[in-house]
């Protein structure tokens, strides 16, 4: 963690500690009373413990365990628990060691310092205690020895002093630095990467083979390291279990594993079997102490590294599906080609869906694979296009149709950029792939648009014209019959173009998303019977449910009945039927029925596209836009409509919000549409 100043403008070092404790008490449950009484046993039991299996030339067990629970807990619990393992450190030595209160004390001290010291350079370095880190695996590395040179300068000076010492000081310097540097790099991690974090990922079938792995390890390194004698190639034969440890469990596996051969070694140093062979016993612990210290550094950056490669691979993994997500969502694809003469392609998932390969994401395709999903009209002019660019480096938009029969439309965007060494060998190809269905839709919709209009408008106008040009010139030779008729013609014919026009902009504005209504309560019925009686249609019969009510624009409702109605007379049959009826749902339901022929086969689902008319209109007039101008008004108003057909009979279907209080009797009802407020 980095040496920082506090807000409040303290020293680094109590700004420090606010900052180590704010990260770390506030995520823990346990009193600090609790935790300081925890670490006070656990060192006085791990330091007893230590103290047993120390040899005749040592004055400390091969591995000092307590230094490493310390490390631990101060790490995970914040430096104000240290004052446990000081208690415990003068208890232990005034007890097992039989030293004086004051050496006790001194040497106490010099333990506590070692620890404060490793902690802090270990979280300046590391920036976390998660040892599956290659940075904090760096940090305890450095932290252990330099920390350990001030416990053990401490120790030897205040036991020399004392005449405690049993080797001389240079010796029992360095015996007293391993042990405990041996300590904080074993037990630390082991109790760090156990006990924190999750255990979801440990099934029935992990929590077995790790059983397994732990008796491989016991039976092959107590065949190897009992012997009376051994040496350094023996430890190769554990090496594949070391591997198998770390690769299956990552840190817990190389801890775990680490701490199985030390304690090996440290059984085989007390029982006075040799390292080396004839040498003697201090140069044996001291060759046992390297070793593991090695192992454990070793293991620890392995598994830190495989660990953080795992964490970089998934978080790429997660980028791509955030990549894919975003690019589903946009609808736009992307491809790679690098210009090294290897004609092969990369494609984004979303590119493979849009052209239909099956194709994985970051799956590289030859050029012929993606050529075979573009419609064979263009495939030559897609080629030649992406080859003369590439070879001139200059950027390019082309357009092709997809060979799936679906008249899809996309263009590509691309340009050549620097490959990621600058090489120009290794130049890329780079292109995004942009669905432009919709907009040659809209460009053809001008298109059909213009043309339906010249035909449809022209019809009226000619006749506006010829009548108007024959009153104006032989307006004397014609009687007044002769004149009204004509200028009814006129008329009629103006007012034909004038719902050519609105129906045209009407349209516009459904397609723009623009129509907007005045929603209020109104009565289905009267309003379909008004419209029916104002388009003075003949053989209509109406099956009313009395008092239903629809919540929408009810002028807009006017035009899709009259639609509809028109729709029914043009193409259809008598009788006509218009039924009403509330649904029950918080829906109501207008039907316009007649009795022709129908829509044709497949039609059905084209009946309410623009400018769509069935093949047997004959020569009715009409632009096509009388369905799709209905769909629009209902579906702004949150309704639906659909086309029936059964028995002979054709329907079309439109269903409305209803009003929350449901049918109501006709004689409450107050205006054309109005209903009375109900305080």
Known sequence: MPLRRSPAGDTPVVGWVATWEAQWLDANRWPLSLRTALLFVAYFVSGAASLHLQTDAATVGPIWLASGVALAAVLAWGPRVAIGSFLADVLLSMTVSDLPLGVSIGVSAGDTAELLAAAWITLAIGETVAFSHSRCVLGLTIAAPIAAAVSASVAILLLSSAG???????????????????????????????????????????????????????????????????????????????????????TRGATGSTALFAGLLAYGVVGERSLLADAPLNVTTDAMQVLVLMLAIANLTIASTLNERNEANEGMRDLLESFDRSQRVAHVGSWEIRLDGTRRIWCSAELCRMLQLQCEHGERLSIEEMLASVHELDRELLRRTVERHARAGTPFEVEHRVADGSNRVLRHIAGVVPGKRGDPADRLLVGSVLDVTEEHELERFQNDLIATASHELRTPLTSILGFATTIDAAWDQLDDADRHAYVGIIVAQARR????????????????????????????????????????????????????????????????????????????????????????????????????????????????????????VGTAPGTGLGLSIAKGLVESAGGTIHHERWNGVTAFVVRLPGDPRGAVPEMDVTGEFEIPRQD
Not at 215 to 235: E, K, M, P
Not at 549 to 555: I, N, Q, R, T
């Open 497 to 616: 173009l004038e719902r050519l026009v609105e129906e045209t902009l009407l349209q516009s504005k459904v397609d723009a998303g623009a129509v907007r209504g005045a929603r209020r309560p109104f009565l289905v019925g009267r309003t379909a019977r008004r419209v029916a009686e104002s388009l003075d249609l003949h053989d209509v019969e109406y099956d009313f449910q009395p008092g239903v009510l629809a919540v929408a624009d009810p002028e807009q409702f006017e035009q899709v009945v009259a639609n509809l109605l028109t729709n029914a007379v043009k193409y259809g049959s008598s009788p006509y039927v218009v039924r009403v009826r509330d649904r029950g749902d918080g829906e109501v339901e207008l039907r316009v029925e007649d009795h022709g022929a129908g829509l044709p086969a497949g039609f059905g689902t084209r009946a309410f596209d623009r400018f769509s008319r069935g093949p047997d």
């Open 164 to 250: 405690q010492l049993v080797l001389d000081p240079d010796r029992a310097w360095v015996r007293y630095w391993l042990s405990t540097v041996s300590g904080m790099v074993i037990v630390a991690p082991l109790l760090l990467s156990w006990l924190r974090g999750s255990w979801r990922g440990m099934r029935r079938r992990r929590v077995g083979e790790a059983f397994l792995l732990g008796g491989a390890l016991l039976a092959v390194g107590s065949v190897v390291f009992s012997r009376a004698t051994w040496n350094f190639l023996d430890v190769l034969v554990v090496l594949p279990l070391f591997s198998w440890a770390i690769i299956r469990f990552g």
